[in-house]
């Protein structure tokens, strides 16, 4: 059990620039989330997705879209990347209702 | 709404010293509660988590009662070791989707 990865562990963009970041997960969870992490704002829900083929907005969406085309994929996309967007990124994994959540590696994104 | 409020760091204690890390919370309905921990560079990791109220999480030496009187689940250690150092999370579910966290306490222990 790989248990949830994140693809690339690192990256630089330029402003305007696009990139997708990559979450898979090996549990067969239905729920998937994508979160943001900033210094002294602790984590904060981008979007989530209850099941392949649903996505839902979570409490800062703006500037993301999101994909679950397979059950154990969710691709968070940043179409024109800001440096507001400059974060460590976390994709998170659950069975669901009032269980734990099962933490990726972590994605730092810088944009200059 | 639902949040948690956990107490700020950073917390620098010596070898072998008691640990609290205060967590309160407010939530419509019944939570769960967890505490995850930041090792530096990785992930959060389920440190401990309780799912009713009395329930006791523990988890390598470290404790949380779920106090729903007092709406708190306080982190507790009874003799913290260097390898303890790293950032803390409290966290609440209530019946739905989203996990609140809490902005997270850096503990350093130094020997």
Redesign the interface.
């Known amino acids: 059990n790989a248990g949830?990865t994140q693809t690339p562990k690192f990256r630089v963009l330029k402003t305007g620039q696009s990139m997708t970041l990559l979450c898979a997960q090996d549990m067969n969870h239905e729920?998937m989330?994508w979160y943001r992490q900033d210094p002294?704002?602790?984590?904060r829900?981008i979007h989530?997705s209850?099941g392949e083929g649903t996505t839902?907005k979570?409490e800062v969406p703006d500037g993301y879209n999101v994909s679950r085309l397979k059950k154990q994929n969710f691709l968070l996309g940043l179409e024109s990347a800001a440096p507001s967007q400059t974060s460590v990124y976390?994709c998170?994994s659950s069975y669901?209702?009032?269980?734990?959540?099962?933490?990726?590696?972590?994605t730092r994104l810088t944009v200059t | 709404g639902d949040s948690v409020t956990q107490m700020e760091g950073p917390v620098t204690l010596s070898e072998e010293a008691f640990l609290t890390i205060n967590c309160t919370y407010t939530a419509t309905g019944y939570?769960?509660l967890?505490w995850?921990v930041q090792y530096p560079g990785?992930?959060?990791?389920?440190l401990l988590?309780a799912?009713k109220a009395d329930d006791k999480g523990s988890n390598k030496g470290f404790e949380a009662t779920y106090r729903k009187e007092t709406t708190s689940f306080h982190l507790e250690k009874g003799s913290v070791q260097v390898s303890d150092s790293a950032v803390y999370?409290c966290a609440l579910?209530?019946?739905g989707?989203?996990?609140y966290?809490?902005?997270?306490t850096s503990l350093t222990v130094i020997p």
């Open positions: 949830v729920y989330y002294g704002m602790g984590l829900l989530y209850v839902a979570g976390f998170a669901g209702g009032p269980r734990a959540e099962y933490f990726g590696p972590g | 939570p769960s967890f995850y990785e992930g959060l990791q389920l988590k799912t999370f579910r209530v019946t989707n989203q996990f966290f809490g902005t997270g």
